[in-house]
């Protein structure tokens, strides 16, 4: 009584400017909203006003947090240099 209708198996065309809109410049499958770089620097400053001014029971992992964030981007950025330089 309540089940799921089938729908027919033709897939929908896909229009170019739904794809654009699901792909962003840096090639994540996310919407472009979510990939700017000012919603980036927001959260990173808001990791940063945790570490120092949030909780105390809170602070050393959101530290530690922002230690490994800072390795992982300081390495991606070697080997984009170090790819550029080889190709």
């Not at 896909?14 to 980036?40: D, I, Q």
């Not at 050393?60 to 991606?76: D, F, K, S």
Request: with cysteine; proline share 7%.
């Amino acid at each position: 009584m309540f089940g799921c209708k089938k729908k027919a198996s033709i897939p929908a065309p896909v229009s170019s400017a739904t794809e654009a809109a699901t792909t962003s410049k840096c090639g994540c499958p996310r919407a472009a909203k979510l990939c700017t770089p000012g919603l980036c620097k927001a959260g990173m400053v808001g990791l940063t006003a945790l570490a120092t001014f949030g909780p105390k029971k809170l602070r050393p992992h959101v530290q530690n947090a922002l230690a490994v964030i800072g390795i992982l981007t300081l390495v991606r950025q070697i080997l984009r240099r170090g790819k550029g330089a080889a190709a």
